[in-house]
């Protein structure tokens, strides 16, 4: 689904000049404004993003509705949408769209409801937060049939090798330098 191991957490649009120059291919956008979103997301899409949309943190429109989705996939059309909110899963892929189900991983009772969630809504792909749980993200990838992307608090390589050596298919992060010093790109820590 994802094409690289590596997915840039666009949290604040100031960043998005460096993002679009990035060599990684897959966007999750976190923030925008109905009005503003369709501008950015085409923009994304111009220098050959995959943009996945945060549905939840979009103002201006209720994606938990079929009008609000329809809007997001007609207005906005990112190439898929993450929520931790099932009904937004649901209309999303009714819609034709890609879907990223993020899930918070608290306690026990958190990890056991979200795969319940999970198997129903049946999402293309599961992020999973905080990343830095490996024994988790390995229970997971054995008890979900979909691609588990490792988010949240990533800091440095290692935490990125043991997410995706315990069976993530991806990380998302917004500190880029990590990925970019893996890639052998030149950007440093800021």
């Known amino acids: 689904m994802f094409k690289e191991h590596h997915i840039t957490a666009l949290t604040d649009w100031s960043n998005h000049e460096e993002c679009m120059n990035s060599p990684f291919k897959t966007v999750f956008l976190l923030n925008g404004t109905m009005l503003d979103l369709p501008e950015r997301v085409f923009r ?6 995959e943009v996945y949309l945060h549905v939840d943190l979009i103002s201006g429109v209720q994606a938990q509705s079929i009008e609000g989705m329809t ?7 990112p190439d898929g949408i993450i929520s931790t909110k099932t009904q ?6 009714k819609l034709g769209l890609k879907t990223v189900q993020r899930i918070f991983l608290i306690d026990s009772h958190a990890l056991n409801k979200s795969i319940e969630a999970c198997l129903k809504t049946k999402p293309d792909a599961v992020e999973a937060m905080p990343a830095l749980m490996p024994r988790v993200i390995k229970e997971l990838k054995e008890k979900l049939p979909f691609p588990i992307v490792a988010g949240g608090l990533i800091r440095d390589q290692a935490e990125v090798d043991a997410a995706l050596a315990a069976g993530a298919t991806a990380v998302s992060g917004s500190h880029t330098y990590v990925f970019y010093k893996k890639a052998g790109v030149g950007h440093e820590k800021r």
């Open 88 to 93: 937004a899963i649901n209309h999303a892929k």
């Open 44 to 49: 994304l899409q111009q220098k050959n993003k």
């Open 71 to 77: 809007y997001i996939a007609e207005v906005i059309q």
